[in-house]
């Protein structure tokens, strides 16, 4: 799978927007882009994902660049239970493993009153 | 709870013993998985099952490493011969091959082994 860069850490003040950026220059065709989180002393858990176009769900938008070489996590206003480690993981559709993911070391949210 | 369960939730243990960890999938996912994290890292892949097939081991999962997903339902994790090397949070998670689209995975809580 190809590799991304966050950063690792970003702050953020509680009710406001939040905009974690994932660079993936080297992004196949094939490709999804997830974005799992990890709040303290728990397993990853799914936030969203998408292959070309932007995504909303209930949790967050993710935002992807037209060529595709970055994406953006936005979550629309932050809460104290927001902080934790946002990952940007890329997998190929056509690759072996299943549904494997592939994580690197993240971006810890911290998120203040 | 119908989420992934994972037991124990903490293991302590002397170097040299075996341990062995159980995880409890989303009943109808048919695949399953184990990672393992240690402080400050993503979790890395160890090793997945396709109901009681085992179809990929990392080359982190040494001899010492055994998975085993007998009737594909629930899983075990054993570590014979524990190093303080293993310690770490031990996290399992399952999904469906019918969403290989969305590639969602569940996760549970892990399990957290410290070697003494």
């Known amino acids: 799978d190809a590799k991304t860069t966050q950063p690792n850490s970003m702050e953020s003040n509680e009710e406001e927007p939040v905009h974690l950026p994932c660079n993936h220059s080297t992004i196949s065709g094939t490709d999804y882009i997830h974005w799992y989180r990890q709040l303290p002393s728990q397993g990853p858990e799914y936030v969203i994902h998408?292959?070309?176009s932007n995504v909303n769900n209930r949790m967050a938008s993710l935002a992807i660049a037209e060529d595709r070489k970055s994406s953006t996590l936005i979550l629309h206003r932050a809460t104290l239970r927001d902080a934790a480690v946002y990952y940007c993981?890329?997998?190929?559709?056509?690759?072996?493993?299943?549904?494997?993911?592939?994580f690197g070391t993240g971006t810890q949210l911290k998120v203040e009153l | 709870d119908t989420g992934v369960s994972q037991d124990p939730r903490h293991k302590i243990t002397k170097r040299g013993q075996n341990v062995t960890f159980r995880c409890d999938p989303i009943?109808?996912?048919?695949?399953l998985y184990w990672y393992r994290q240690t402080l400050g890292q993503g979790p890395e892949f160890l090793t997945y099952?396709?109901?009681?097939?085992?179809?990929?081991k990392s080359r982190l999962l040494s001899d010492r490493f055994s998975a085993e997903r007998p009737k594909g339902s629930f899983s075990t994790l054993e570590i014979q011969r524990t190093e303080q090397g293993d310690s770490a949070m031990y996290l399992c998670a399952s999904s469906s091959s019918d969403r290989v689209l969305s590639g969602e995975l569940f996760f549970g809580e892990g399990s957290r082994l410290t070697v003494l």
């Open positions: 998408g292959l070309t």
């Open positions: 993981i890329l997998r190929g559709i056509l690759t072996g493993g299943g549904n494997k993911l592939t």
């Open positions: 099952f396709q109901n009681e097939a085992q179809l990929e």
């Open positions: 009943s109808e996912h048919n695949r």
